[in-house]
């Protein structure tokens, strides 16, 4: 009788003593994790979450998350976001309008221009005046 008794304890310690599944935790936005909204069952470890090494702080301060849980509340760092070399635009990728003109899709350029043309005289962006003659337009200090 007595080892049944131990194979029961034995049961439930080790019934309270598993970590909590992954519906039973609640997700709150880290820096540089991040994990999918539905894990399947049979997911792997490696593609549950991903850690972002190179996420940098940025400045200020951080947002309390509070949870109703005692202990220390969890903070939410602003991360810095740093422009890859991909998204930047360089001079060299506009081409000028007599390239652009003769490239295959000129059309749509030309259709581009055009509209952003109307747009900024829908908007009055500007206003033409006469120059005066007695003065430079362009002047400096």
Do not use: H
């Amino acid at each position: 009788m007595d080892t049944d008794l131990k194979g029961t304890i034995q049961s439930e310690t080790l019934k309270e003593t598993r970590p909590p599944s992954n519906d039973q935790i609640t997700d709150y936005p880290y820096i540089g994790v991040e994990s999918s909204p539905k894990e399947s069952k049979d997911s792997d470890i490696k593609t549950d979450c991903t850690i972002n090494v190179d996420a940098r702080r940025a400045r200020g301060r951080p947002t309390k998350i509070f949870t109703g849980k005692p202990g220390r509340q969890r903070k939410q760092y602003n991360i810095k976001e740093e422009i890859e070399e991909a998204q930047i635009s360089l001079e060299d990728d506009i081409p000028s309008l007599k390239e652009a003109l003769n490239m295959p899709n000129s059309e749509e350029w030309l259709e581009a221009m055009r509209t952003e043309y109307n747009v900024l005289l829908k908007n009055q962006a500007w206003r033409l005046l006469k120059r005066p003659k007695d003065k430079n337009l362009i002047g400096s200090k």
